[in-house]
């Protein structure tokens, strides 16, 4: 997920009642909820392919988590020992265990979030680079913003430039979702009028004492997001599981690999994407029959693995970490506006055509052969 999912998520936990557990209990659940982003540092500043190899590689497994959560835990320790601060109440110190549970929570949510969108996790790194997908939500998910950002505007102290901000943040998110044209138009007005519901909510909480039922207010916006997370998982298993019984009337596809992936706002609509040995195939339908678009074929493209540039790229150190990191890939050859050609790979779950995310191409020399610079391997 981005970082305001994962930000509006720490604030919520920590709303929920948590940061009454213990002093830092909050800034550990915010921090932690970001942290295993810390990989950006060193994934982001060279190539495209050193970013497919390690975003998302130790830092988002279980044994890299609990390594963050430890450390995390001391450097608040030691910020609750050493660093001068402004104490309510009696001065009551930061507690060992109820901080650690938190920093363990807050990285935990980091990990569990990205794990149930389409681009994955490789939890059982080092022993294994397995990539794992939920295939529950995409990146960038406007339902999430909506429940997690609602509890925490709600829950947060009052003030005009406090609000004067989270209008302009509201305004923002209202413009990405309602001019995004993938986001289908049912999707977009129930989203508005959610907003607009939550608008209302917050004008009628506003008028209560400050502190009260904010827990309770907290505690509703985490049950509506796992709620959503549950319509996500049943969708998504009707989806898969008709998707599975159409192939099984194709003999021919038998072998391939067949998955549904998420599509922007729409928990009730998949994309779903079957893959052999020669073509991936994708069409939308929906977990219901009746929720299928009226108009819609398979749509397929060769994944042209046979041809011997594409074999070249394939085998050489970019084409490694290509393979290791694209799910659905497929390549193609193509004219370049000065008069070359290159090849191509993208990988189907985000870019099919044109030169969008998950895409990697080398320019070919005369003789037909794939230019890798190896300073861009990782």
């Known amino acids: 997920m981005e970082n305001v ?7 919520v936990l920590a709303r929920g009642g948590l940061k009454k557990t213990t002093p830092l209990a909050a800034t550990a659940l915010v921090v932690g909820a970001n942290l ?18 390690y975003h998302r590689g130790w830092t988002h497994s279980l044994p890299g988590a609990a390594v963050l959560t430890v450390l995390l835990w001391a450097v608040l320790l030691g910020v609750d020992r050493w660093v001068p601060a402004q104490r309510s109440g009696s001065g009551a110190r930061a507690r060992p265990l109820p901080l650690l549970a938190a920093a363990a929570m807050g990285v935990g949510s980091h ?5 149930a969108n389409s681009y994955g996790v490789r939890p059982l790194l080092p022993w294994s680079d397995r990539w794992m997908y939920g295939d529950l939500w995409v990146i960038v998910d406007p339902w999430l913003w909506l429940f997690l950002g609602g509890a925490v505007y709600m829950t947060g102290e009052g003030g005009r430039r406090r609000d004067l901000v989270w209008s302009m943040g509201a305004a923002a998110a209202a413009i990405v979702v309602l001019g995004a ?7 977009r007005a129930a989203w508005a009028a959610g ?19 904010r827990s309770r207010i907290a505690l509703a916006g985490l049950t ?22 159409a192939m099984s009337n194709e003999p021919a596809s038998a072998a391939g690999v067949v998955a549904v992936l998420p599509l922007p706002a729409d928990p009730v609509r998949w994309e779903g994407i079957v893959a052999d040995d020669q073509a991936i195939r994708h069409r939308t339908f929906g977990a219901l029959p009746a929720l299928d678009p009226k108009t819609g074929s398979w749509v397929a493209y060769r994944r042209n693995f046979d041809d011997p540039a594409v074999r070249s790229l394939l085998e050489s150190c970019a084409g490694r ?26 990988d189907a779950r985000y870019t099919r055509r044109g030169r969008g995310f998950a895409v990697f191409s080398a320019r070919l020399a005369p003789n037909g052969a794939p230019m890798i610079d190896p300073g861009g391997c990782p």
Not at 111 to 115: G, H, I, V
Not at 333 to 345: A, C, L, N, W
């Open 224 to 245: 509506l997001t796992l709620g959503y997370a549950g319509l996500c998982l049943a969708s998504h298993h009707a989806a898969l599981a008709r998707l599975e019984h």
């Open 111 to 115: 990990l569990l979030m990205d794990a």
């Open 181 to 187: 044209p993938v986001v289908p138009a049912v999707c």
């Open 36 to 53: 295993p982003d810390v990989d950006l540092a060193w994934s982001s500043f060279k190539s495209a392919l050193v970013y497919f190899h």
């Open 321 to 346: 970490v290509v393979l290791e990191f694209f799910r659905f890939p497929f390549a193609t050859i193509e004219d370049e506006p000065d008069g070359g050609r290159s090849v191509v790979v993208r």
């Open 195 to 213: 907003l607009l519901l939550t608008v209302a909510i917050s004008r009628v909480a506003a008028r209560r004492p400050p502190a009260a039922g």
């Open 5 to 11: 999912s994962h930000t509006l998520a720490g604030f």
